[in-house]
């Protein structure tokens, strides 16, 4: 075809634009406070283009439920008594369910037969392990796991249990005199991408959009997308609702920065081991996003070698049935 021609066909055409400069959007990585800002922007913005949304003034999130509130002041109660804990997951038959399930697993290597919650809870997982799953799990009942999702992307539950078991190992394997809090890594791992259902939670209208894009967009981080379309991220907004319940700290720096291997602020320890969890998953080929190499100066302030992290994603790989299994139990609860 002729160049003439060419132009002939194109002579009573329009122009469009169909594309976004990646370059050209801004996220916010290093300003937490001003998450707050960003969401009432989100919210002004949507309105702006005439977006349907359930959202007014303020953002409408639920309330903790009381089984909520009763878990998170057993975690905090120093006091705390075995009975209290076997109380309280006995009244959840699916926690109870899964509890045993994991005690019985040739991933912790119970010596004997579990008979009972209380057996599960002395002689194998521990007080903080159990109340952080019921907690995990109570939470993320409060919000559901959304059915839509970005095709070829690892289950919601599946990947927060692969990435707090990784924690989990990565934390023991930090030198004693610097190690944070087992349990409260380990939560950090379980409620790393809370975010997600909270976006699908907020804005349900345009949760489906989100997923589209990340499946033509495998290239580009679900954060840069996520700000184009919404001008906030799943992790300012994960770690904005874990202050507003009240939630420790740490949680919210560690969903906040999770993905900044070079984040070294107060509790850095908490989104650097989220960080190279994903990373060294990803790079197994569990989660999405870049699998660039993780920077050694991450592994450094944890204090544990890059070959020492690898053996223990290898470890937990060795459970996968295991981890699969009990990721089914947390989306059937």
Not at 86 to 111: G, K
Not at 262 to 276: E, I, K, Q, R
Request: hydrophobic residues 45%.
């Amino acid at each position: 075809m002729t160049r003439e021609d060419f132009k002939l066909l194109l002579s009573n055409a329009s122009g469009g634009r169909f594309g976004e400069s990646v370059s050209a959007i801004t996220l916010n990585p290093d300003h937490a406070d001003d998450d707050g800002a960003a969401i009432c922007r989100a919210v002004q913005a949507f309105t702006a283009r005439r977006i349907q949304q359930r959202l007014e003034d303020t953002i409408e999130l639920p309330p903790l439920a009381e089984s909520v509130r009763k878990i998170m002041r057993l975690r905090v109660d120093p006091n705390v008594t075995i009975d209290e804990i076997t109380s309280v997951v006995e009244t959840d038959p699916a926690l109870a369910a899964q509890v045993m399930s994991w005690a019985s697993s040739s991933y912790y290597a119970s010596q004997s037969k579990i008979r009972s919650v209380e057996d599960a809870i002395m002689r194998v997982l521990g007080v903080d392990l159990v109340i952080n799953l019921a907690l995990s799990l109570a939470l993320g009942k409060s919000l559901g796991v959304p059915k839509d999702h970005p095709q070829s992307s690892v289950p919601y539950w599946q990947q927060s249990i692969y990435t707090a078991a990784v924690i989990e190992g990565l934390t023991r394997a930090m030198p004693r005199a610097q190690r944070p809090e087992v349990g409260l890594t380990y939560l950090a791992g379980l409620l790393h991408n809370f975010g997600y259902l909270l976006l699908a939670h907020v804005f349900p209208p345009h949760f489906s959009l989100i997923c589209r894009h990340l499946e033509v967009n495998p290239h580009v981080s679900h954060g840069v997308i996520e700000q184009h379309l919404l001008g906030i991220s799943r992790e300012q907004m994960g770690a904005w609702v874990m202050r507003y319940w009240g939630m420790p700290p740490e949680l919210a720096t560690a969903l906040r920065f999770q993905h900044d291997p070079h984040f070294s602020g107060a509790d850095a320890h908490f989104p650097n081991l989220v960080c190279v969890a994903l990373g060294l998953l990803r790079s197994r080929a569990i989660g999405t996003g870049s699998c660039a190499p993780l920077p050694d100066a991450v592994f450094e302030r944890l204090g544990v070698p890059r070959e020492k992290a690898e053996d223990v994603v290898s470890k937990v790989l060795e459970a996968e049935v295991l981890f699969r299994e009990m990721a089914a139990q947390f989306g059937r609860a």
